[in-house]
């Protein structure tokens, strides 16, 4: 089920997908339905994606205002690029370690994750459509999915980058970009905006849950293993202002991200 939405290739047409296959899931563990056995899948390296938008490195993104119509089309565009790339994600985890011998919570979890996503990206397809413009219509950064190829072996290295760094990287920025909105008295993308901040500390805190799980079973300090996994598979260092709040909420304590804002000397090197 997870590599069917992995490779259905048009927007709206996996989030559908995603959520059917979400309600399929729930119906089951409620006893509505037959078990679903969790399975194996060899889920594609990268994910089936719509021929537009056009993907560039974040250098060739266009930068545009904030202040302008164009320029919250172009960031609400951005939003639906890594809304449609969360979906994928989180039916990528499931898909991708089915090998690995996992609580039947960590796949309740990651599939409210993938519905929640699905509902986010066509929230904010709404607001661009009634703005007159769709996804598709803009550029897009490319290297979105680099995280998943980079943690593609390695379950605790994809829950420490994808949910509690870069998931958690939506909590630092959120609120601004609702105050954006605010300005521009859009309620409709403050709505959709509010949804996807209250739902994605959720997300943050499965990561950090589920990591947590993970360290306890190798016996392991989880603290010293979330900066060694970060500092192997994340390019570059944690950005400062952090949502201490949002993060705290979503058990990401401030000694796990404040450390990884410095690069560390190379090994040898006098300081
Ligand atoms: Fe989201
Ligand atoms: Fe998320």
């Known amino acids: ?149 980079d943690t593609a072996d390695d379950l605790m290295g994809r ?7 870069l998931e958690a990287r939506g909590l630092d920025v959120t609120p601004g970009m609702i105050n954006i909105f605010r300005k521009a008295k859009d309620e409709q993308a403050i709505a959709a905006l509010e949804v996807i901040y209250a739902e994605e500390v959720g997300h943050v805190a499965y990561g950090s849950k589920w990591f947590h799980f993970l360290c306890g079973r190798e016996n392991a300090d989880p603290k010293d293993v979330f900066h060694q996994l970060v500092r192997r598979y994340f390019h570059g260092v944690l950005k400062p202002p952090f949502n201490e709040e949002k993060r705290a909420e979503a058990g990401l304590p401030p000694d796990f991200y404040w450390p990884l804002t410095e690069d560390l000397p190379a090994p040898g090197s006098a300081d």
């Not at 829950?159 to 760094?165: N, R």
């Open 1 to 149: 089920m997870a590599t069917e939405i992995l490779t259905t290739a048009d927007g709206r047409e996996k989030t559908a997908l995603s959520k059917r296959h979400a309600a399929t899931w729930f119906a089951a563990r409620k006893g509505e339905s037959p078990a679903i056995e969790i399975g194996t899948a060899t889920p594609p390296l990268q994910p089936a994606r719509p021929e537009r938008p056009e993907l560039l490195s974040p250098r060739e993104v266009p930068k545009r205002k904030p202040g302008s119509e164009a320029g919250r089309i172009a960031l609400l565009h951005a939003v639906a690029h890594i809304e449609l790339n969360a979906v994928d994600l989180h039916w990528d985890i499931i898909a991708r370690f089915g090998h690995v011998p996992m609580p039947i919570g960590f796949y309740d979890d990651w599939v409210k994750c993938a519905e929640e996503e699905s509902r986010h990206f066509e929230m904010v397809c709404d607001c661009l459509e009634n703005m007159g413009s769709y996804y598709g219509a803009l550029p897009a950064h490319a290297g979105m999915w680099r995280a998943a190829e």
């Open 159 to 165: 829950l420490a980058v994808v949910p509690m760094v």
